[in-house]
């Protein structure tokens, strides 16, 4: 199955008649309609309720008139919002599939839409964010077609579909899927190009968007094509709305001089330097834009979902020391071609500028951004990707200035310097030397501006003790002696011996380094390194004591100073600049109330500039600091006390929002609102939560989070909500535990399918927290397992800490999930490894009768002497339900004596879980009966053991006979006081397995039924009838 490419597929995708033509999907692998999967996949949700919604809408259009089916739909969709929303999304979903009627179905869909397209719209972003990966190759080519129609029809928002496309199209990739997708999009940018200049922020991602695609684009025919479309489309938004372009900031100087050496570019660059007014106005020149900072929006457009979900993953809940198989994945993944090496430029100013920790993050063990960089500098395999990735790295030194810049854009490029010191010297040596010689050759007109930008750097890093002091670093012995040089020469302010330190306030997020270096280890410190630090470079006191300097986390004194919103205030318009400076002035919360709800009903004015939200943002988050300090919570929880503490001025956008009807076009600016806020400040996140949860006048509007996490610049639902509640986790744990039961009613799919929110919650909750949680699920106000999802979780739970797996044993053993859904936990458990899990499942059994399927994977444990697990439930099970249990390990004994020997070492070599093998069995049952030795227990003298040992006996080698003589003369003792003619009838026929290939075998003798045999046999023999066999059929029914 290939994929339509270059202009012949958009040009199918275009024409109405096919809907966007069929021809790339035809003959889809396994999976729906819609998804991809295999058959070890669950149906995935939303591809159910699609094909749900789609079925009723075929159940209505099918064998009547065009006219009727308009009636019908018409008719259905006015009985209610959820109705109107089956409906769209049925539509929507015939459109993926069925090419041929995709045009009548978009018609339709026009027509029955009563909110601008809003649902569509949002369920192509989810789509995009969550599925593009595994959606089906026909249903690819129908999206490109939905969404050209879309844009040619004006529909609103159909903006942020495309900017969430062109986030699809990864860099570094010319596989024919990558190419035709970033192909498609191109065309209907440029087919709708009066459409494109409407929007300015569209306008500058579709620039930085196909500025950095077009370096990947070189060699065939088809790219060098594409590439000269790119090329024309980018230099005339460039030439026509230079200014829109502009907001992009430093990095557009970037990208452009990567492609310099185009023709077009090239007089572009001409006019950028040496005629920038010809441009725009506006524009001063080249300074101008090296002095911006890029914005996060720009940097994150550049990886694909799966890329930036993976990035964060890593930088948040993976261990630094066990990075190794998560870059591995993320290498194989990613950046295993030669194409690639472009995409380390885009992954280093993701991490830079985008990947900003927080204090906790940064004091603990989790992996830190400059081991990701050093992993991702010491990969690259040619000297051009090598020095674009050393650029990229230190770009926002060149220009830095303290009051513009964070602190966090220039962290990782001294901390690759100073941790590969000791492990890579040949690192820190090169990023050095480039360092120095960036200075006189980035643009040499403006070298003494790069000079005081990587100067200020230095300060800064210094001043924000980032490193205590730089002269270890530059004057390292293992550097050689013209590098050493050359950086005295450079930087001699920074070569002298340190002052005694002094203590600076911080109020960024920044790493206390303080001298700490990393062990000298063999391993690569970004692979598989151990987070260690040396005493080498101990400083000594005035008494001659050695004083270490150890890793601390940095405490937040919170510091009142006057807030200062002076550069925001010029960019407002004259009404919003008088109404924020009355918000500064106001003295009490109710005045801050009044004017806050003004601003708000200025920003919903018709003839409001929606470009004056990102400067509103910044004034408000500086304004409004002390709402994100503290506890947020009251002490004492009642209603009044709640109602008040959601009495912020801030809170009023939350109010105004819980207002309005989700199609108001007023609703999208409130949310574009809080997505500025929450770049600005990302505990806005759970501040809304809390609002949500608490005020009256939001009761039942829980689902407006959902809207607000796809405004945001995330624009998923899952990974905006995970970082909403770590950042709770690490503010305020009480405001955590008040939220965790609606966050997991209101968002099961989000939250009961992995054990990332579980691990956060009981990462930090105390003794006390943990048992209000136990009863929130007891009275049925909290659920945090369901079946489907359980055994995988308490999987993920094996590692972590030992409170935080008693935590979440306690809080399953509160729901009311039969202990047969995870029974199967077992065969992942080692006794030394696992004792936590263990101990909770050995009490949780002891209360349980025991199944068949039980008794199987307790004895499916290996043996050990100091493993005590299946001997001690074994004998627990013995006291309370002897015969049950006898009947199960006659049972399984019956059935894996069946089964040849080199059956039995086939199946144990195949798997290496749920390997149930004879020896298995009988060791354990040897341990159990030295156990019960010298107690009155006599659960070896039931019938069902011991007809089970004989038959074990008569047909296993004299390697068993001999290892377990202790057990088998238990059946021995019992055979000696039976009747002799059923005792050689049963010898016959529990031997014949042994002969069965020279031996001629009654019919219910034959292997495929053996063990069946086997018990019919047993059930014909005269025997003591005091304990009739009750499991005969589960004998027969040989599962394994």
């Given at each position: 199955m290939e994929l339509q490419k270059g202009k012949g597929a958009a040009a199918a995708a275009a024409s109405g008649a096919a809907g966007g033509g069929g021809g790339a999907g035809a003959g889809a692998p396994g999976g729906g309609r819609l998804l991809l999967s295999t058959s070890l996949d669950a149906k995935d949700e939303l591809e159910e309720r699609l094909e749900r919604c789609m079925s009723i809408v075929?159940?209505?259009?099918?064998?009547?008139?065009?006219?009727?089916?308009?009636?019908?739909?018409?008719?259905?969709?006015?009985?209610?919002?959820?109705?109107?929303?089956?409906?769209?999304?049925?539509?929507?979903?015939?459109?993926?599939?069925?090419?041929?009627?995709?045009?009548?179905?978009?018609?339709?869909?026009?027509?029955?839409?009563?909110?601008?397209?809003?649902?569509?719209?949002?369920?192509?972003?989810?789509?995009?964010?969550?599925?593009?990966?595994?959606?089906?190759?026909?249903?690819?080519?129908?999206?490109?077609?939905?969404?050209?129609?879309?844009?040619?029809?004006?529909?609103?928002?159909?903006?942020?579909?495309?900017?969430?496309?062109?986030?699809?199209?990864a860099g570094g990739d010319v596989t024919a899927k990558n190419i035709w997708l970033a192909e498609s999009v191109l065309d209907i940018l440029m087919e709708q190009r009066e459409w494109v200049l409407k929007s300015s922020i569209l306008i500058a991602m579709a620039v930085y968007t196909y500025l950095r695609l077009i370096v990947d684009h070189h060699g065939t025919a088809q790219l060098q094509a594409l590439r000269q479309k790119e090329v024309d489309f980018c230099v005339s938004l460039l030439r026509e709305r230079f200014m829109e372009c502009l907001m992009i900031g430093r990095d557009l100087v970037r990208l452009l001089q990567n492609v310099a050496r185009i023709p077009e570019f090239e007089l572009l660059w001409k006019d950028i330097i040496h005629n920038p007014q010809a441009l725009s106005p506006q524009f001063t020149g080249i300074l101008q834009l090296l002095q911006s900072r890029t914005s996060r929006k720009f940097l994150a457009c550049r990886l694909t979902p799966d890329m930036e979900t993976k990035l964060l993953f890593m930088t948040s809940r993976v261990r630094f020391g066990q990075q190794k198989r998560y870059q591995d994945w993320f290498q194989r993944q990613y950046l295993s071609t030669p194409d690639s090496q472009s995409l380390r430029c885009d992954l280093i100013r993701y991490i830079c500028g985008v990947v900003h920790p927080s204090n906790e993050v940064l004091s603990s063990d989790i992996l830190p951004r400059w081991a990701i960089i050093g992993w991702l500098l010491t990969t690259c395999t040619s000297n051009v990707a090598a020095s674009n990735a050393k650029l990229a790295l230190f770009y926002d030194w060149l220009f830095f200035s303290p009051d513009k810049d964070s602190i966090m854009n220039i962290e990782p490029a001294i901390l690759v310097m100073h941790h590969s010191m000791k492990p890579h010297p040949a690192i820190t040596a090169t990023l050095l030397d480039f360092m120095c010689r960036i200075i006189p050759n980035f643009y040499p007109p403006l070298e003494g501006h790069v000079r005081q930008g990587v100067f200020s750097s230095l300060n800064h890093i210094v001043e924000k003790r980032v490193l205590a002091h730089l002269a270890p670093l530059f004057d390292n012995p293992k550097l050689d002696k013209e590098l050493r040089a050359m950086l005295r020469e450079k930087f001699p302010e920074f070569c002298s011996s340190p002052s005694p330190p002094v203590e600076v306030k911080i109020e960024e997020p920044v790493s206390m380094e303080m001298d700490n270096h990393m062990s000298?280890?063999?391993?690569?410190?970004?692979?598989?390194?151990?987070?260690?630090?040396?005493?080498?470079?101990?400083?000594?006191?005035?008494?001659?004591k050695k004083r270490e300097f150890r890793f601390h986390p940095i405490k937040e004194t919170v510091v009142e100073e006057p807030v200062d919103i002076t550069p925001y205030l010029d960019q407002l318009d004259e009404s919003l600049r008088d109404k924020v400076l009355q918000l500064q002035k106001g003295s009490d919360t109710e005045a801050q109330c009044e004017v806050m709800q003004e601003i708000v009903d200025q920003v919903l004015e018709e003839d409001f500039d929606s470009e004056q939200l990102s400067v509103l943002a910044s004034c408000l988050q500086e304004l409004f600091k002390g709402h994100f300090r503290g506890e947020v919570l009251p002490e004492e929880i009642t209603e009044e006390s709640l109602e008040e503490s959601v009495g912020k001025p801030l809170y009023l956008i939350f109010r105004n929002l819980c207002q309005m009807q989700e199609d108001n076009s007023s609703f999208s600016l409130l949310l574009d609102l809080l997505s500025e806020l929450y770049q600005k400040q990302p505990k806005i996140g759970y501040h809304l939560l809390y609002y949500l949860r608490a005020s009256k006048a939001a009761a039942g509007k829980m689902n407006l989070y959902e809207s607000f996490a796809q405004a945001t610049q995330l624009g998923d639902l899952h990974t905006c909500l995970m970082m909403d509640m770590k950042a709770c986790q690490e503010d305020d744990v009480r405001l955590l535990c008040h939220l965790t039961p609606s966050i997991y009613t209101e968002f099961p799919d989000e939250t009961l399918r992995s054990g990332e929110l579980l691990n956060m919650i009981v990462a930090v909750i105390d003794s006390a927290q943990l048992q209000e949680l136990v009863c929130h699920v007891m009275m049925g106000n909290l659920v945090m397992f369901r079946k489907d999802s359980v055994l995988n979780i308490l999987i993920q739970s094996?590692?972590?800490?030992?409170?935080?797996?008693?935590?979440?044993?306690?809080?399953?053993?509160?729901?009311?999930?039969?202990?047969?859904?995870?029974?199967?936990?077992?065969?992942?458990?080692?006794?030394?490894?696992?004792?936590?899990?263990?101990?909770?499942?050995?009490?949780?059994?002891r209360r349980e009768k025991p199944s068949e399927e039980m008794v199987k994977m307790v004895l499916s444990r290996p043996c050990h002497p100091d493993d005590q697990f299946t001997t001690s439930i074994l004998r627990h099970w013995c006291m309370k339900h002897d015969e049950l249990l006898a009947e199960h390990i006659k049972s399984l004994l019956i059935k894996n004596n069946s089964l040849p020997r080199k059956r039995q070492s086939l199946r144990s070599s195949s798997s290496k879980l749920a390997q149930l093998t004879l020896e298995q069995i009988l060791e354990h049952l040897d341990s159990l009966r030295l156990n019960l030795t010298n107690t009155k227990q006599s659960f070896f003298s039931q019938t069902p053991i011991l007809q089970a040992l004989q038959h074990v006996q008569a047909s296993c080698d004299e390697a068993h006979k001999m290892k377990f003589s202790d057990l088998f003369s238990l059946a021995e003792e019992y055979e000696d006081s039976s009747t002799?003619?059923?005792?050689?009838?049963?010898?016959?026929?529990?031997?014949?397995?042994?002969?069965?290939?020279?031996?001629?075998?009654?019919?219910?003798?034959?292997?495929?039924?053996?063990?069946?045999?086997?018990?019919?046999?047993?059930?014909?023999?005269?025997?003591?009838?005091?304990?009739?066999?009750?499991?005969?059929?589960?004998v027969g029914s040989d599962s394994d």
């Open positions: 075929t159940s209505m259009t099918a064998g009547v008139s065009e006219r009727e089916a308009n009636d019908a739909l018409n008719a259905y969709v006015c009985k209610g919002p959820p109705q109107h929303e089956e409906i769209c999304l049925g539509l929507f979903t015939l459109v993926l599939t069925e090419p041929a009627q995709a045009q009548k179905c978009y018609r339709d869909l026009a027509l029955v839409s009563r909110d601008g397209m809003n649902i569509v719209l949002n369920k192509i972003n989810q789509i995009l964010m969550e599925k593009y990966l595994k959606l089906q190759d026909t249903c690819r080519t129908q999206l490109v077609w939905l969404v050209r129609e879309l844009v040619k029809s004006g529909v609103l928002g159909a903006d942020g579909v495309c900017m969430t496309f062109m986030k699809q199209i000298d280890k063999d391993e690569s410190c970004y692979d598989n390194a151990e987070a260690a630090f040396s005493d080498d470079e101990e400083d000594l006191n005035s008494k001659g094996l590692d972590w800490e030992t409170f935080e797996q008693y935590c979440a044993w306690q809080l399953f053993l509160a729901h009311n999930i039969p202990l047969e859904t995870i029974i199967p936990i077992l065969q992942h458990l080692k006794y030394k490894e696992h004792p936590e899990a263990l101990s909770c499942l050995l009490l949780q059994l002799k003619p059923p005792k050689s009838r049963r010898k016959a026929a529990l031997s014949s397995p042994r002969s069965r290939k020279n031996a001629t075998q009654p019919p219910n003798a034959e292997e495929e039924s053996g063990s069946s045999s086997a018990s019919e046999e047993e059930d014909t023999k005269p025997k003591p009838t005091k304990r009739k066999r009750k499991g005969s059929s589960a």
